[in-house]
């Protein structure tokens, strides 16, 4: 008796292991991309002291600045002191905000600067896969998406301010 509950129990795995084996392969890839920029771009990162080039790219997804040191591919601490970072043509420097009342740091461009700074605190959002919409029964994949940016202000050492 115990022997056919445990090879019953062993097929039941294995049919189990099998058809999720089968829905992980048959996944679509996930359509879009969390970054800016796909491909890393030459760049460089200002500290107060010294500076640094690599590689470099932003997720907006996770709001983190990523770089490649000896071909592996690393996180900026946003709360290091940071001045600015170049990524190609663009100007980004960390900063803190206040987002659903809680206390962030991440990574703004720069659009304008002087005593008043103009930022821009670029998003991409993930949107999970819909299966059988109503109106056409299409399934639609797992994709990420750009949000509308958020634009901030800063004047001289003040905190961010969200324009609304």
């Excluded at 445990?6 to 879009?32: D, R, S, V």
């Excluded at 750009?146 to 969200?162: C, M, Q, R, T």
């Amino acid at each position: 008796m115990i022997r056919k509950i445990t090879i019953a129990w062993g097929m039941y795995c294995i049919t189990l292991t099998t058809a999720f084996a089968q829905a992980a392969a048959t996944q679509e890839p996930i359509k879009g991309s969390p970054y800016v920029n796909e491909k890393y771009v030459d760049g460089t990162i200002y500290y107060a002291d010294k500076s640094m080039t690599a590689p470099l790219r932003y997720n907006a997804f996770q709001d983190v600045m990523e770089y490649q040191q000896s071909g592996k591919a690393l996180i900026l601490d946003a709360k290091q002191n940071i001045t600015r970072i170049l990524v190609g043509a663009e100007t980004y420097i960390p900063h803190a905000y206040e987002t659903d009342g809680k206390q962030k740091n991440g990574f703004f461009a720069v659009l304008d600067s002087g005593e008043m700074m103009l930022l821009c605190r670029k998003s991409i959002v993930y949107q999970a896969p819909l299966k059988g919409r109503a109106l056409d029964g299409s399934d639609l994949p797992a994709q990420y998406k750009p949000a509308p940016d958020a634009f901030y202000y800063k004047v001289g050492n003040s905190p961010l301010k969200e324009l609304v």
